[in-house]
């Protein structure tokens, strides 16, 4: 096999829709602190290395996941500081096809060292990892690349970074090892978990839906009267996913009481 070109000493490979391998990534280079930015692809059938495209920020320790659409998301990783940087929020997405990368939607926590793990769904569940120079994190969040927005979910039992995660033939999601401080404590058994998508996934906040006033006295057709939704940030809910609208039927042209008819979401 002929020789890739150096990436680091922690290397992350993904395997591409086409059979090929995609490296990227890698630990800090000592001289200068700073991770490579280079890619490289694998191709087993050409028995050869081509260069890709670079990153557009330099990162280790973050997590590479390919999508169902063939895409790779990359997310979280840390920026320099000879593997003990600042990790990131950021996320990115390379598109193999074009060899080009695209900004993702930033994740709720900077993070590296963590998990990701394609859902049945389509998703990514994002877990754990590390801050910068602090203990390790609990926090999850799932990636939705169809809307391109990060949902926060229930958090570990347990806060780790380092650790691994497989998704399971029924769909849930084993989570085991790790180390849950800075100082590298071990998370041994029986301190591993499963995580269950949907089971959390309740809208505890629903859009906020506010209507323009209707027109003063009786109307002889039909109103509709303009809604508006507005989300307070936890991405379970958005205004974009629904229309409101307010009618008020009024029988008889006129004659008689008005009754609402219907607030009505259109998901």
Known sequence: MPEPIDLGGIAHPVLLPDGRALIIGGFSDFR?????????????????????APMPVPLDFFA?????????????????????????????????????WAPAAPMHEARDWEVAVPLPSGDVLVAGGARYYGPATADA??????????????PMEFARYGHSAVLLPDGRVLIVGGT??????????????????????????????TCDPPQAGWQPDDAVVPCAAADDGSGLASPADATFSLSTAVPDGGRGRSRPDRIAPDL
């Open 32 to 52: 200068t602190g700073v991770p490579p930015a280079n890619g490289v692809v694998y191709d087993p059938l050409k028995n050869s290395w081509a260069k890709t």
């Open 64 to 100: 590479a996941t390919p999508l169902r659409d063939g895409r790779i998301l990359v997310a979280g990783g840390a920026t320099d500081a000879f593997g003990r940087g600042v990790p990131v929020a950021e996320a990115e997405i390379y598109d193999s096809a074009a060899d080009v």
């Open 180 to 209: 849950d401080q800075d100082s590298g404590s071990p998370v041994a058994p029986p301190f591993s978990e499963v995580f269950t998508e949907g089971d959390d996934l309740i809208d505890r906040a629903p859009p906020t839906i």
């Open 141 to 154: 969040e799932i990636y939705q690349p169809g809307r391109d927005r990060w949902i926060s979910v229930a």
